[in-house]
Structure formats: structure tokens, C-alpha cells
């Protein structure tokens, strides 16, 4: 990563919450200005914490990546979908204003823009978040994770220009084996982070 420090065209990115407290010092350490990328897992009803889907929004512009077979082998109707979608958007915009307020999302064409969260399990989420940067035409996007699955990782490396994991245990079963502590963050926690910005000289170029 210190192939990136002191360049004016990096952006960090966080995936809140977990992903907040990771890329804060990242960002410090490049010396450059960090932001976040909500996403949210879109839940197979009744087994929430199996992802079907995920979205990701900058601003208004929200992208939504499917998870074909779990869609299929969890017998997922268009409706049923469309309303953890709804639900879930919700969520992500209450969040957005949250965590950024009145601040603009930040400009991303033509930068690097480093997406980082606390781990990849299936890695859904973050290519969510990957094909929600792809929008705003950078010029590469990188993804960074301190642990990951040898799937999750593999399924963002198609997607993204790089992934940087510095562990994929095995078996791997869950991103919180890796971690002592693996409580969320408070929004309020999530904010002080934000409000330190990183590293960089000073907050990136606003849409």
C-alpha cells in the first residue's frame, strides 16, 4: 500500500461501520483524506444474515449486485426482493446522513479510490460497493481488507483493479474469527472517525 502514500489522487473509502476503524488509519498512514461508501446485505427473509444481494450508494446514485444461486436455492420471489431491497435502502440513506450530513459525497472521477471494510466473507457487499465507485469513472479501484475468504477475495478480484488481504485463514468461517473484539462501532464512533479525515491535506473534491 505505501505505493500509494502522498498521492493526491487517493480517496479512502470506508464500509460502515466495521470498516471504519480499519481505514482510518490507512488513511492516516497514506496521508490521504477519507470518507465512507454505505452498504447494505439484502437478506434472504428469515435467514438474515445469508446475503442474497447487497447495495451501495454514493449520494443518490445507488448500485445493487444480485447473488444469483442463493436467490435461487432460497426460492426468492421478485416481491420478496423488492421489499428487503425497500427496507434496506431506507437504512442506507439514514445512514449516509448519519455518518456525512450535510456534506456532498465525495468526487471520484479519474482518482484512486481504496474501498476498505473489516473483511470479505462472500464478498457481495463489496462488490456492491466496487460497481457503486465504477459509476463515478475512476481511474482504479483497489480494495483492501485485513481478512478474507479465499472465494470472497476471488469474486472482488474480478471486479476490482486490485485486492490487497494480509490474511485468508483456512477453514475460514467467519470475517469476527479474525478479531479479539468485533462489536460494531457506534455512529458516534463512526463520526469521530470521520471527523479526523484521514490524512490527507484536506477533504476530497465534493460532487
Known sequence: MTAYEDDPRVVV?????????VAAPVAAGLRA??????????????????????????????ELVHED?????????????????????????????????????????????????????TGATMRAAVAAVRSRAPARVVVAVPV???????????V????VCVRRPSPFRAVGQAYVDFDPPTDDAVRALLA???????APDRV
Request: with cysteine.
Open 69 to 121: 444461486r442463493v436467490q435461487a436455492r432460497a426460492r426468492v420471489t421478485p416481491d420478496d426482493l423488492d421489499r428487503v431491497r425497500r427496507r434496506e435502502l431506507a437504512e442506507l440513506h439514514r445512514r449516509e446522513v448519519a455518518y456525512r450530513g450535510a456534506r456532498p459525497a465525495p468526487r471520484l472521477g479519474g482518482r484512486v479510490v481504496l474501498l476498505v471494510d473489516d473483511g470479505l466473507a
Open 148 to 158: 478474507g475468504s479465499d472465494d470472497g477475495c476471488a469474486a472482488v478480484a474480478r
Open 160 to 163: 476490482a483493479d486490485e485486492v
Open 196 to 202: 479526523g479525515g484521514g490524512g490527507g491535506a484536506g
Open 13 to 21: 473509502l470506508a464500509l460502515p461501520r466495521g470498516g471504519v476503524p
Open 33 to 62: 483524506p477519507l470518507d465512507v461508501l454505505v452498504v447494505r446485505k439484502l437478506g434472504v427473509p428469515g435467514h438474515p444474515e445469508v446475503a442474497m444481494g447487497a447495495i451501495a450508494g454514493i449520494g443518490p446514485a445507488v
